[in-house]
């Protein structure tokens, strides 16, 4: 009966050694020493120590890096080079757009354009190259690094991969053109694809060919453009609108800017916070505050509401006008109505308050501001800690000092001068 007991011990060990290398051989294709049956009958402890022995005795296997960490990290452009290549088919790759930036930002900034060329060129001819979403990614990373040429190349060159091509790939190239700022190149090339392609512009098609041309300082052209393709059914939106009245204003030509408000209006078209931003934006630079506040209770009353670039407009201009008491009771309604200050808000209260002398304030804000990470600039700096110094007395002193101490937690740091400066005031 011992007996008996003691060989169904054995069998089951024998059975467990068994699928244990049978799990082993499967993994790894190696299989570790079975030791003798005997010694197995005779000590149980025995057999698991070996047994834990052998196991032990493989060779640990030697994970390789996902091809994605290594692109990450390789900065070497030949080595870059070649696991690009390596990994052309890599799906984890082909679809992480992030992997392709990385490869070609490096390699451009290496020189290697000719690098970039052969990457993507060889996969336009793989089979993701019959996607139109990744040929727009190949446009506009061509066009990311100036390869203005094979960027459009590669646009009309889809159908050969057989890609087919809709007015999402034509704005890609569309908006790498633009890059050039050359205005012909851009008239020729929509005649070419309004020539070659049966394609339709759409509205965005507008929106990039309105601001180009205005950033190109060609504004009439822009709006010429504007009423030509109204005629053809494209009606612009707030975007069009905003965009040329943005550029007018800018240019002091406000008869225009109002006008193409009143037609914007009239057409149906709604403005929104960006179109009033950018007219309080005009009215602040003219030193006209108060027709600002006014448009911002029009906005109140149309139930549009302001955001914290509204708030830093009407806040400087008031500043600057000399009315500083109304621009903190603008800061004070902020919180009322959902919105936080910025650091651009914090860095104009804080200048303005500490050159108009009310130097608690501006430090309760200075403090504010450095403990959420936006500093303020060393100018606003120093002029506050002038003014904690004289007028303080030894609570001033203190609390200039403690300023000094957030500003040394910037990062990244103010530089040794700048510090020095600060610290001399004391």
């Given at each position: 009966?011992?007996?008996?007991?003691?060989?169904?011990?054995?069998?089951?060990?024998?059975?467990?050694?068994?699928?244990?290398?049978?799990?082993?051989?499967?993994?790894?294709?190696?299989?570790?020493?079975?030791?003798?049956?005997?010694?197995?009958?005779s000590?149980?402890?025995?057999?698991?120590?070996?047994d834990?022995?052998?196991?032990s005795?493989?060779?640990?296997?030697?994970?390789?890096?996902?091809?994605?960490?290594?692109?990450?990290?390789?900065?070497?452009?030949?080595?870059?080079?070649?696991?690009?290549?390596?990994?052309?088919?890599?799906?984890?790759?082909?679809?992480?757009?992030?992997?392709?930036?990385?490869?070609?930002?490096r390699?451009?900034?290496?020189?290697?354009?000719?690098?970039?060329?052969?990457?993507?060129?060889?996969?336009?001819?793989?089979?993701?190259?019959?996607?139109?979403?990744?040929?727009?990614?190949?446009?506009?990373?061509?066009?990311?690094?100036?390869?203005?040429?094979?960027?459009?190349?590669t646009?009309?060159?889809?159908?050969?991969?057989?890609?087919?091509?809709?007015?999402?790939?034509?704005?890609?190239?569309?908006?790498?053109?633009?890059?050039?700022?050359?205005?012909?190149?851009?008239?020729?090339?929509?005649?070419?694809?309004?020539?070659k392609?049966?394609?339709?512009?759409?509205?965005?098609?507008?929106?990039?060919?309105?601001?180009?041309?205005?950033?190109?300082?060609?504004?009439?052209?822009?709006?010429?453009?504007?009423?030509?393709?109204?005629?053809?059914?494209?009606?612009?939106?707030?975007?069009?609108?905003?965009?040329?009245?943005?550029?007018?204003y800018?240019?002091?030509?406000?008869?225009?800017?109002?006008?193409?408000?009143?037609?914007?209006?009239?057409?149906?078209?709604?403005?929104?916070?960006?179109?009033?931003?950018?007219?309080?934006?005009?009215?602040?630079?003219?030193?006209?505050?108060?027709?600002?506040?006014?448009?911002?209770?029009?906005?109140?009353?149309?139930r549009?509401?302001?955001?914290?670039?509204?708030?830093?407009?009407?806040?400087?201009?008031?500043?600057?006008?000399?009315?500083?008491?109304?621009?903190?009771?603008?800061?004070?309604?902020?919180?009322?109505?959902?919105?936080?200050?910025?650091?651009?808000?914090?860095?104009?209260?804080?200048?303005?308050?500490?050159?108009?002398?009310?130097?608690?304030?501006?430090y309760?804000?200075?403090?504010?501001?450095?403990?959420?990470?936006?500093?303020?600039?060393v100018?606003?700096?120093?002029?506050?800690?002038?003014?904690?110094?004289?007028?303080?007395?030894?609570?001033?002193?203190?609390?200039?000092?403690?300023?000094?101490?957030?500003?040394?937690?910037?990062?990244?740091?103010f530089?040794?001068?700048?510090?020095?400066?600060?610290?001399?005031?004391?």
């Amino acid at each position: 009966m011992l007996y008996d007991s003691g060989s169904q011990v054995v069998n089951g060990l024998l059975s467990t050694h068994k699928l244990n290398e049978m799990i082993l051989i499967e993994r790894f294709g190696t299989a570790p020493r079975v030791p003798a049956a005997a010694t197995v009958a005779s000590k149980e402890k025995s057999l698991i120590a070996t047994d834990k022995r052998s196991i032990s005795k493989i060779n640990p296997i030697k994970v390789d890096e996902p091809a994605l960490i290594k692109l990450k990290k390789e900065r070497d452009p030949h080595k870059l080079f070649n696991l690009f290549r390596e990994n052309a088919q890599n799906k984890l790759v082909i679809e992480n757009r992030f992997a392709f930036i990385v490869a070609v930002s490096r390699l451009a900034g290496a020189g290697r354009f000719d690098y970039i060329q052969t990457l993507l060129e060889e996969q336009k001819a793989l089979p993701q190259g019959r996607r139109e979403g990744f040929m727009v990614r190949i446009i506009m990373l061509y066009g990311s690094v100036g390869m203005m040429k094979n960027a459009i190349n590669t646009f009309y060159d889809m159908h050969l991969y057989g890609c087919q091509r809709t007015v999402k790939s034509l704005n890609a190239a569309l908006k790498v053109l633009t890059l050039s700022r050359d205005s012909e190149a851009i008239e020729k090339f929509l005649r070419d694809v309004s020539l070659k392609f049966d394609i339709r512009l759409d509205i965005l098609s507008l929106n990039i060919i309105v601001k180009a041309f205005c950033e190109m300082g060609i504004p009439d052209k822009a709006y010429l453009l504007m009423v030509q393709m109204e005629m053809k059914g494209i009606n612009p939106d707030v975007v069009t609108y905003t965009t040329l009245i943005s550029f007018f204003y800018k240019i002091n030509r406000v008869e225009i800017s109002n006008g193409l408000w009143n037609l914007m209006v009239l057409k149906g078209c709604t403005p929104n916070i960006a179109t009033y931003n950018v007219r309080i934006q005009y009215l602040v630079k003219r030193e006209r505050p108060w027709d600002a506040i006014k448009l911002l209770r029009l906005m109140h009353k149309v139930r549009i509401n302001a955001d914290e670039i509204t708030c830093n407009l009407v806040i400087k201009g008031l500043c600057r006008a000399g009315f500083l008491d109304m621009a903190i009771r603008v800061y004070s309604t902020m919180h009322g109505h959902g919105l936080k200050p910025n650091d651009q808000i914090y860095q104009t209260m804080i200048h303005y308050l500490s050159k108009a002398g009310n130097f608690d304030l501006a430090y309760s804000l200075c403090k504010d501001s450095m403990s959420k990470k936006w500093f303020p600039s060393v100018d606003s700096i120093i002029i506050l800690l002038k003014g904690l110094r004289v007028n303080g007395g030894l609570s001033g002193i203190e609390k200039a000092r403690h300023v000094i101490r957030l500003a040394k937690t910037r990062d990244p740091p103010f530089s040794e001068d700048q510090l020095k400066a600060m610290q001399s005031i004391l």
